[in-house]
């Protein structure tokens, strides 16, 4: 994962920054990466920050002295192929996530985290698009472009959160397990969107549409989406998007059980590491080449791993497991690590702050939408199947919905264009909205639900 800091230039070495002029090599770019992580850590244990958040900051600080005039090693052309943090950074994050949550308290909320993780998402995204376009007066294909890809949450800080004041099982169970599956459905709804306007006689950006004139709205411009005729099939679009979740998650599922049956084949920890990571990687791969999800893949991985594999002392003996859980641990927090300094270098704080009013309103949109999902779902499930979710569970999860690096990933992954800088720096703000107002408000009200249960 330190992979997501580097880029490679023409002369075939790594540079932290791309663009011509000095860069930092590898050599030096691994030391940097670590010190900062270690710092984080540091200020961490003192004063009960994330270390994530705190790396966000350094980021944004970095960022912001390149564009106050001190481009060290060409800060302001940083760039990264999005594909490298979804292919090598969320994997390993979705796989830790789902190795950790116990199938039997997962039982117990299993429809709410699945219905969240797949209805929620598309619900989210039909209800933020909506308000965009209402609130903000955001063209059509704007408004659900960024509304699909803002709906998957990070649980990442919520975790962290967590382990300062034991919350039930089940509820970090709901919110990781919920986490680890929208992120592969944001992507396929994402994509999905994408595919609907493309399917007709494609898209182009042919300028910019100045929407002053919307009473909620600012000075702000924003590109002008032409689609000669979007295909709104979306019953196929339905049916893909359950082919790839569901297919995906049967290609994670056959992985992990024929790497369960090569674990019992051997009894050492290195070798038995290596090959989770084999399969974590093997089934993203595998998933992907055939067309279908490779996070959805490794979510079920992940909990097959963990429930399954781990399970049977015959399989995996208990010295090989603490192993793999520790190394698992480690790269995980190195991957959260390396996400949120990616996230905060690549901020521009000038260009949100001239969206200021669009970002504000598109994240009470991404909360309202949340809300509008996440009370009706749970209060379906708590009736009708049995699947007890206290109302103060449910604010919880309304306020630890916050969003992340899949988003990034996702917004990174559109073609340059003028479209794309806007929609990123929307994307970022919400973003860092998100990370600092629902980080602070979740952290008092889990403390006042759970009063007892602080460490």
């Given at each position: 994962?330190?992979?997501?800091?580097?880029?490679?230039?023409?002369?075939?070495?790594?540079?932290?920054?791309?663009?011509?002029?000095?860069?930092?090599?590898?050599?030096?770019?691994?030391?940097?990466?670590?010190?900062?992580?270690?710092?984080?850590?540091?200020?961490?244990?003192?004063?009960?920050?994330?270390?994530?958040?705190?790396?966000?900051?350094?980021?944004?600080?970095?960022?912001?002295?390149?564009?106050?005039?001190?481009?060290?090693?060409?800060?302001?052309?940083?760039?990264?192929?999005?594909?490298?943090?979804?292919?090598?950074?969320?994997?390993?994050?979705?796989?830790?996530?789902?190795?950790?949550?116990?199938?039997?308290?997962?039982?117990?909320?299993?429809i709410s985290a699945v219905l969240l993780a797949t209805i929620g998402v598309v619900l989210a995204t039909l209800i933020g698009g909506f308000?965009?376009?209402?609130?903000?007066?955001?063209?059509?294909?704007?408004?659900?472009?960024?509304?699909?890809?803002?709906?998957?949450?990070?649980?990442?800080?919520?975790i962290e959160i967590f382990r300062r004041v034991k919350v039930p099982k089940v509820l970090s169970n709901l919110m990781e397990s919920e986490?680890?599956?929208?992120?592969?459905?944001?992507?396929?709804?994402?994509?999905?969107?994408?595919?609907?306007?493309?399917?007709?006689?494609?898209?182009?950006?042919?300028?910019?549409?100045?929407?002053?004139?919307?009473?909620?709205?600012?000075?702000?411009?924003?590109?002008?989406?032409?689609?000669?005729?979007?295909?709104?099939?979306?019953?196929?679009?339905?049916?893909?998007?359950?082919?790839?979740?569901?297919?995906?998650?049967?290609?994670?599922?056959?992985?992990?059980?024929?790497?369960?049956?090569?674990?019992?084949?051997?009894?050492?920890?290195?070798?038995?590491?290596?090959?989770?990571?084999?399969?974590?990687?093997?089934?993203?791969?595998?998933?992907?080449?055939?067309?279908?999800?490779?996070?959805?893949?490794?979510?079920?991985?992940?909990?097959?791993?963990?429930?399954?594999?781990?399970?049977?002392?015959?399989?995996?003996?208990?010295?090989?497991?603490?192993?793999?859980?520790?190394?698992?641990?480690?790269?995980?927090?190195?991957?959260?690590?390396?996400?949120?300094?990616?996230?905060?270098?690549?901020?521009?704080?000038?260009?949100?702050?001239?969206?200021?009013?669009?970002?504000?309103?598109?994240?009470?949109?991404?909360?309202?939408?949340?809300?509008?999902?996440?009370?009706?779902?749970?209060?379906?499930?708590?009736?009708?199947?049995?699947?007890?979710?206290?109302?103060?569970?449910?604010?919880?999860?309304?306020?630890?919905?916050?969003?992340?690096?899949?988003?990034?990933?996702?917004?990174?992954?559109?073609?340059?264009?003028?479209?794309?800088?806007?929609?990123?720096?929307?994307?970022?703000?919400?973003?860092?909205?998100?990370?600092?107002?629902?980080?602070?408000?979740?952290?008092?009200?889990?403390?006042?639900?759970?009063?007892?249960?602080?460490?």
């Amino acid at each position: 994962m330190l992979a997501i800091l580097a880029t490679t230039n023409n002369n075939n070495t790594f540079s932290l920054f791309a663009g011509g002029g000095t860069g930092l090599t590898l050599e030096y770019l691994i030391p940097i990466f670590l010190a900062m992580v270690f710092a984080a850590a540091l200020i961490s244990s003192r004063t009960k920050i994330p270390h994530t958040m705190i790396l966000l900051a350094i980021g944004i600080a970095i960022s912001f002295l390149a564009l106050a005039g001190l481009d060290i090693a060409n800060i302001r052309q940083f760039t990264i192929p999005p594909n490298i943090i979804i292919t090598f950074i969320i994997p390993p994050l979705i796989f830790e996530a789902m190795m950790n949550i116990d199938y039997k308290q997962f039982r117990a909320v299993q429809i709410s985290a699945v219905l969240l993780a797949t209805i929620g998402v598309v619900l989210a995204t039909l209800i933020g698009g909506f308000l965009l376009i209402y609130i903000a007066g955001l063209p059509f294909f704007v408004a659900f472009t960024f509304a699909a890809l803002i709906s998957p949450t990070d649980a990442a800080i919520v975790i962290e959160i967590f382990r300062r004041v034991k919350v039930p099982k089940v509820l970090s169970n709901l919110m990781e397990s919920e986490a680890a599956f929208n992120d592969a459905t944001g992507a396929i709804a994402f994509s999905s969107i994408l595919a609907l306007a493309i399917g007709g006689s494609g898209y182009a950006i042919i300028g910019t549409s100045n929407l002053s004139s919307h009473p909620n709205n600012s000075s702000s411009t924003f590109p002008t989406i032409f689609t000669g005729s979007i295909h709104m099939s979306f019953i196929t679009q339905a049916e893909h998007f359950v082919l790839l979740f569901f297919g995906g998650s049967a290609i994670g599922l056959a992985v992990a059980a024929a790497t369960h049956k090569l674990h019992t084949l051997m009894n050492d920890p290195l070798s038995e590491t290596s090959l989770t990571i084999v399969t974590v990687f093997g089934s993203v791969v595998l998933a992907n080449s055939l067309g279908l999800s490779g996070l959805a893949a490794v979510a079920v991985a992940g909990l097959y791993f963990g429930n399954v594999t781990v399970k049977k002392e015959a399989t995996m003996s208990k010295s090989v497991r603490t192993f793999a859980f520790n190394f698992w641990e480690l790269i995980a927090f190195l991957a959260s690590s390396a996400a949120f300094l990616y996230l905060g270098v690549s901020m521009n704080i000038v260009d949100m702050a001239q969206h200021l009013p669009i970002i504000v309103l598109a994240f009470i949109a991404v909360l309202v939408a949340r809300a509008g999902t996440i009370y009706p779902l749970l209060a379906a499930t708590t009736r009708f199947v049995k699947e007890n979710i206290p109302m103060t569970w449910r604010h919880i999860i309304l306020i630890g919905g916050m969003r992340g690096a899949i988003s990034v990933a996702l917004v990174a992954s559109l073609p340059a264009s003028e479209f794309k800088n806007t929609l990123q720096t929307i994307t970022f703000g919400v973003v860092l909205l998100s990370l600092i107002i629902q980080y602070s408000v979740l952290s008092k009200y889990v403390k006042k639900v759970f009063p007892d249960a602080q460490q």
